[in-house]
């Protein structure tokens, strides 16, 4: 395979490989790289350049595109060698521009041409480039293009073409589900394919669909269990043994289908009980793909209708998992754990050092899946040490995508089970101050909803004294520097509204405080906003409460300094609080009502309230208002103007593109004042007019501006599109921003339970010692057995259901041979090398059996390859294709298969002894050569993957 | 389905990228810098695994594997099994291993073309298309000798071959 001495490409290359490789600095490099696109752009645009130095220079270029260099201009290049007659130079071709392009390139349609001359070559290697091409190039235009030959493939006779034709039309249902939506019958009869790959390649569209779908599959529960049957039982070939385990692959994307095909369905799961727990008990739990087969099973149980007995196998196997000193098993244990604990909540409790202890482990990822066990299993008892064990976690952490996301947990965990006020508030304090510009601005107004709503009870004490202790925390955090924007904009609003609410502060002290925030953000204009208005709310209060209000100095600089913002929200707020001082105290309660923030503000669409304000200006000779769809329908004639004013600009030169059509565009200028001369921006109505010049022109127009006037008909009422809000005064917009949101029952449903078990402020000290541990798992783990919260106990009566099996699968009427199928062994498509057992049953058709199974494909012709062929022969033909199955067939119980040469060399495929002795000097010329090259620098032995294989 | 194959060295630099999923060059590079930065601060003995889902999206996920001087990493979303994915990559480099007796790191930057060949006899359109590394190597095999046979048309020039 052609390395020795050099690496079989030219000098050239290996001179620009060198040079990158000692490179210094960035620069250095790119200046090499420009460099060699400047020399690939002559040599490529150079007509005389040589067809074979061709293949390279494309290479060559991948290379550059990798290294992150504009290549762009060799894409053309690349494209023409797809159409090249020699197969190096097409595949070369068909490697760079899949690489290169993507589905929507431009380019993409000359090679359309080329991929369908392709897939039909009489040159297997030609079509399984083209295929690869297919699955990379085609979009959902081109699809019908290529599609025909695709389907035509499927019956092709070289098992990899029909694999990868299979893949294809995977990869179109993917970009495309309507396009090949009638084809998916195709996948069902791929599934009996005489060869086990091209029915494993068939599950993988299968898997898509029944995702999507999956009750338009659930007649294939009984095929895809009987398949598994075969695959566990040693039925396949050999060569697809992987370790020893048969298979692999295969088996764990069809327990993944089962498991969608069994989620909520009692009577599917019943029918694969059976062979889920015998392949959890064959696993082989001592090489990662038996373990990977394991997990897929314990995932498998987890979404099947519960059953008590493969529940306690799966607890079994995650117990192994999370004992196991590989990282890489803990964390599926633990995955495997937050997925079964959503059927049994008691199940963890086993296992609480084990999760404690992952909880502590160095490694990030390990880290974060207990922190999605622990998210998944809080409840009241254990929401304190979770969430503060998260918020400990989320400040220790950098990366803000999961910093995010961990606070929008603590915010949602602490909603939904805090224990009381004061720790609702610290927690979220918390939260806030580490994160609040990171989470949901939705978050900061839930917070304030819930302090102005409380829990949603009828307690009004417990509700001011959840505002007590939030006014009073927030004055104490407040003075702390670098407080993020979103939560200084929720103690804003708070002091606001509550400051002076139980008299504890007085109002210029609250203001003062106002007026220091304001100061100190001189660049946050949210914040200052919010500030103000806070001080606006206090002011009015005190007016409206009849108290004698002086203007505090600090707040007459702020609001001078506000008057002269550039902000004009800033200067309106301004100019509002200074008209509040003019008020007097009925008109002060009437603007700024104390504590009303969670009643609702009925808003007249209709503005009725002109009504009469309208009387008198009619009477005074005002013209009365016409609505625009009456102006524009009143006559056909303004239609007729409204059409005539686009005409003259279908005869200029248009500058701008086609618009999309919008559905129904308000016309804001009245059609007449509209100058014909005008180059106008394409409108859906015109684009109408043009294609029916003759058809009624008022039915679409009319219609549309009837819906548009009906959408904003407030702002409309004057005719005056400036309009726009009809409130006198317009409220503080947060006030608005928070009323808003609709109210709704608070459905958290939070309990409050005011005695708590263990106190907060010890544990946390405790969690240093190591018999702390259990107290932490005590606290964790404790309480979840009388869990309220978010695990409802699932009450299942599941062992009276598992003896009903046998009655249901026989009542399933669309598979009737299934029913007869146990009583006796299946002969099945894939035993057909041992010779016996077909002489025993020689009138049986294996094919015909299996595709019995199928019933739905309707046609007992075999895959369109041996299409017509009787049984016999294709028995023969398989046989052949298999030869040495036979041979492994009669040997698969063989505990030993070194025994057999086939499994032997396939298992340890390249063993350093054999390998190492004759390959030696090569290597070590490699080494050589790969530190005089200077790929790397590092200086240690850089080839050799000696901890690859041992 | 698998989202993407790369290879990178233990510097960072890139010497096998493959999405199934068309990126565009600047979003690669960006991809492979934030991908090598996590690989970077992983400690050793820990899991393969590491979630991906600030880069790709909810619920891709990463394995990763150190061979030497490189980086194996394989990104896929939640229709994959992780520890099938340790497999796959198994496959993978043992196929390499295979077909260049003894690989390295330069035979990948060199052979960057059959590494790709190699690749796409293992992974089609982001499905495992075959798991056994006999049968790749020698699908490989068969490709290699027909296009020399089809190159043999061309003059074979010195320090040119295949």
């Known amino acids: 395979m052609g390395s020795q001495g050099g690496f079989g490409q030219s000098k050239e290359f290996l001179d620009l490989i060198k040079s990158i490789g000692e490179s210094r600095s960035k620069a250095e490099e790119d200046r090499i790289v420009l460099r060699e696109v400047e020399t690939l752009k002559v040599r490529l645009n150079d007509p005389n350049t040589p067809k074979y130095k061709l293949k390279e220079y494309i290479i060559r270029l991948l290379y550059v595109e990798m290294l992150g260099h504009d290549a762009s201009f060799g894409y053309i290049h690349a494209v023409k060698m797809t159409h090249d007659e020699n197969l190096l130079l097409k595949r070369t071709g068909y490697l760079a521009v899949t690489l290169f392009l993507n589905e929507d390139h431009d380019l993409i349609i000359l090679i359309v041409n080329t991929i369908q001359k392709d897939l039909k070559s009489d040159n297997f290697l030609v079509v399984c480039a083209a295929l690869n091409a297919v699955c990379r190039l085609i979009n959902e235009e081109t699809i019908p293009a290529v599609l025909p030959q695709v389907v035509d493939l499927l019956g092709h006779q070289k098992e990899a073409v029909r694999k990868k034709a299979v893949m294809a039309l995977h990869r179109f249902s993917q970009k495309a589900p309507g396009s090949v939506s009638h084809l998916v019958s195709n996948f069902r009869k791929k599934l009996c394919d005489n060869d086990p790959g091209v029915m494993g390649a068939a599950l993988c569209p299968l898997f898509d669909l029944i995702n999507a779908d999956a009750d338009k599959y659930k007649d294939l529960v009984v095929s895809f269990v009987n398949i ?19 298979a692999p692959f295969i088996q764990i994307k069809l327990l993944k289908i089962l498991s969608l095909l069994g989620t909520g369905d009692k009577k599917a799961s019943e029918q694969m009980y059976t062979i889920v727990g015998d392949i959890m008990r064959k696993c082989d739990s001592t090489s990662n793909i038996g373990n990977a087969i394991l997990y897929e099973s314990i995932c498998c149980v987890s979404s099947l209708h519960p059953n008590p007995k493969l529940l306690e196998a799966a607890a079994d196997a995650i117990a192994k998992f999370l004992k196991s000193d590989s990282h890489n098993l803990k964390y599926l244990g633990i995955d495997a754990l937050t997925r079964l604990i959503k059927i049994n909540p008691e199940i963890a409790e086993q296992h609480q050092l084990a999760v404690i202890d992952c909880l502590e482990d160095p490694d990030d990822t390990l880290k974060r899946k207990t922190f999605d066990l622990l998210y998944k299993m809080t409840n009241s008892s254990n929401v304190e040490v979770i969430v503060d064990r998260m918020i400990e976690y989320m400040i220790s952490i950098n990366d803000s995508h999961y910093k995010t996301e961990i606070a929008s947990r603590c915010v949602e965990l602490a909603e939904q089970f805090a224990p009381n006020n004061q720790w609702f508030i610290q927690t979220m304090n918390k939260v806030f101050e580490h994160a609040a510009d990171l989470v949901n601005a939705k978050v900061a107004h839930n917070l304030m909803k819930l302090i102005a709503e409380g829990f949603g009870e009828d307690d009004d004490t417990a509700d001011s004294q959840l505002r007590s202790s939030a006014v009073e925390s927030y004055l104490r955090i ?8 979103a939560f200084l904009q929720v103690i804003c609003w708070v002091l606001g509204e509550y400051g002076i609410a139980d008299g504890k502060y007085s109002a210029s002290y609250i203001i003062g405080k106002l007026c220091d925030v304001a100061e100190a ?17 206090i002011y009015s209060f005190e007016i409206a409460s009849g108290k004698p209000v002086d203007l505090l100095p600090e707040c007459q600089s702020l609001i001078e300094e506000m008057l002269a913002s550039h902000s004009t929200d800033l200067q309106q707020r301004a100019y509002e609080l200074q008209s509040i001082f003019t008020l007097d105290a009925q008109a002060a309660k009437k603007i700024m009502p104390m504590d009303s923030t969670c009643d609702d503000i009925e808003i007249d669409k209709n503005l009725s309230f002109l009504d009469v304000y309208v009387q008198q200006a009619i009477e005074n000779g005002a013209q009365p208002y016409i609505p625009e769809s009456e102006r524009l329908g009143i006559s056909s004639v303004s239609d007729f103007r409204s059409h005539d004013e686009h005409e003259p600009s279908t005869h200029a030169l248009r500058f701008e593109a086609y618009e999309l059509p919008k559905p129904s ?8 004042l509209a100058s014909s001369t005008e180059l106008v921006p394409v409108e859906p109505s015109y684009v109408i007019d043009i294609l029916h010049p003759t058809s009624a022109p008022s039915a679409s127009d009319a219609g549309s501006s009837e819906l548009k006037l009906r959408l904003d008909g407030v702002q409309k ?11 006198p005064s317009s409220s503080s917009t947060d006030l608005v921003k928070v009323q808003n949101e609709t109210p709704r029952p608070d459905s958290t449903g939070s309990s409050k339970p005011k005695t708590r078990d263990t106190s907060y402020d010890s544990r946390k000290q405790q969690n240093e010692i190591p018999p702390e541990k259990q107290k932490l798992a005590a606290s964790l783990f404790g309480g979840s057995s009388k869990s309220e919260g978010r695990h409802p106990p699932s009450q299942k009566n599941t062992k009276t259901q598992t003896h009903t099996s046998d009655k249901s699968r026989s009542s399933k009427a669309s598979a009737p041979d299934t029913a007869v199928k146990p009583s006796q062994p299946p002969p099945d498509l894939l035993d057909l090398g041992e010779p016996s057992i077909a002489s025993s049953v020689p009138s049986v058709d294996p094919f015909k059996q299996f595709e019995g199974l199928f019933d739905f494909t309707q046609e007992t012709t075999p895959p369109a390859s041996t299409g017509g062929v009787d049984g016999a022969s294709k028995d023969s033909d398989f046989t052949s294709l298999f030869a040495d199955m036979s041979l492994s067939a009669q040997s698969h119980i063989d505990p030993n298969p070194e025994s057999n040469g086939l499994g032997g060399s396939k298992v340890e495929p390249s063993s350093p002894q054999l390998n190492k002795g004759p390959n030696l000097k090569e290597a070590l010329e490699k080494d050589a050569l790969v530190r005089q090259v200077g790929v ?6 850089p080839n050799l993957f000696k901890d690859l294989l041992g | 389905m698998i989202r993407g194959v790369i290879i990178i060295n233990d510097q960072g630099k890139p010497r096998l990228i493959k999405f199934y999923e068309f990126q565009p060059p600047d979003k690669q590079q960006e991809l492979v810098r934030s991908i090598y930065r996590v690989l970077c601060s992983r400690a050793e003995n820990v899991s393969n695994f590491v979630k991906a889902d600030s880069l790709f999206g909810p619920d891709v996920r990463l394995v990763y594997k150190t061979f030497a001087t490189l980086y194996f990493v394989f990104i896929f979303d939640k229709s994959e099994n992780e520890l099938a994915m340790i497999d796959l990559m198994q496959v993978f480099v043992e196929t390499l291993n295979k077909c260049f007796r003894e690989v390295c790191e330069l035979d990948i930057v060199f052979n960057f073309y059959k590494v790709h060949m190699i690749l796409d006899e293992i992974i089609l359109g982001g499905q495992v298309l075959e798991t056994s590394s006999e049968e790749v190597a020698n699908a490989v095999d068969a490709i290699s000798r027909l296009e020399k046979n089809a190159n043999s048309m061309i003059p074979s020039i010195p320090g040119w071959q295949r």
């Open chain 1, 665 to 672: 565009l308000p016309h804001n200028i009245p059609p007449v």
């Open chain 1, 521 to 537: 953000h001189p660049d946050d204009d949210t914040v200052k906003a919010y500030a103000v208005t806070g001080i606006m709310k």
């Open chain 1, 228 to 246: 598994l049957k075969q695959v566990a039982e040693r039925r396949l070939p050999k060569s697809y043994d992987y370790h020893q385990m048969p």
């Open chain 1, 936 to 941: 790397t620098p590092s200086g240690q032995n």
């Open chain 1, 478 to 485: 407040m003075g702390e520097p670098k407080l993020p924007s």
């Open chain 1, 717 to 727: 009422k004057w005719g005056r599109p400036t309009y726009s809000s009809p409130a």
